[in-house]
């Protein structure tokens, strides 16, 4: 056995041995034998075994563009000659103020600021947290309930598993979420009303304003 060998074996042993990967049953994922990607360029991956792959979930998301493409390495590699990453408690930074000014230029009418968070479930939090302080410091201290759609999934933690809809999640962490009102999701292809649109007169839609 060659080094090169030696060494993915060792990358496959050591994986199962630290990694705790997301939404993976242990017992099982140390049974298997585990893609570890080692490097990719535009849509494809490739593995330590050099066998490719169609990274076509984007590497969850986070990667829409693709990999190395040449324009945005150039930027991040010069971003990193400047400064990898400032705190907006208090200070600011070039790059925040420029990205939030040409982001409300796209927006709707109306969104004037930008809330930067690190990710998705950051951001349902966040939008929890600001919807609710909105109604407090305005005069609707009620209004502390939110709408919930069945089969939605904003991420995983509590308050974006609480205003979501997946079962899996709410029968595991039941005691941990917080309440919401469950509205049906405008799901033509398999409505729970067994009707068709547009005859079904958005059935759906009733629910949620009710």
């Known amino acids: 056995m060659d080094n090169m060998q030696k ?3 060792q990358l496959e042993l050591d994986d199962r041995k630290y ?4 939404f993976t049953q242990m017992q099982e994922h140390t049974k298997q034998d585990q893609v570890i990607i080692e490097e990719a360029s535009g849509c494809i991956l ?11 979930v984007s590497s969850l998301w986070t990667n829409v563009h693709g990999h190395r493409k040449e324009k945005l390495d150039i930027a991040v590699q010069d971003q990193l000659g400047r400064i990898a990453h400032s705190t907006m408690l208090g200070l600011s930074n070039v790059v925040a103020v420029r990205l939030a000014k040409k982001l409300v230029e796209y927006a709707p009418e109306g969104l004037a600021r930008v809330f930067y968070s690190d990710s998705g479930s950051s951001a349902i939090e966040i939008a929890i947290k600001i919807a609710f302080q909105y109604q407090q410091q305005t005069g609707n201290t009620e209004k ?24 899996l999640f709410h ?15 405008p799901y033509c292809y398999r409505c729970v009303y067994d009707k068709s649109f547009p005859s079904c007169g958005f059935e759906c839609l009733n629910q949620m304003e009710d």
């Open 144 to 167: 502390t309930k939110f709408i919930s759609i069945n089969n939605a999934y904003h991420g995983d933690t509590i308050g974006s598993v609480s205003v979501g809809g997946i079962d």
């Open 171 to 185: 029968a595991v962490y039941k005691n941990l979420l917080f309440e919401t009102l469950k509205a049906e999701s």
């Open 7 to 9: 060494r993915n074996k």
């Open 46 to 56: 490739k593995d330590i075994y050099g066998k490719e792959y169609i990274d076509g």
């Open 19 to 22: 990694i705790w990967p997301p």
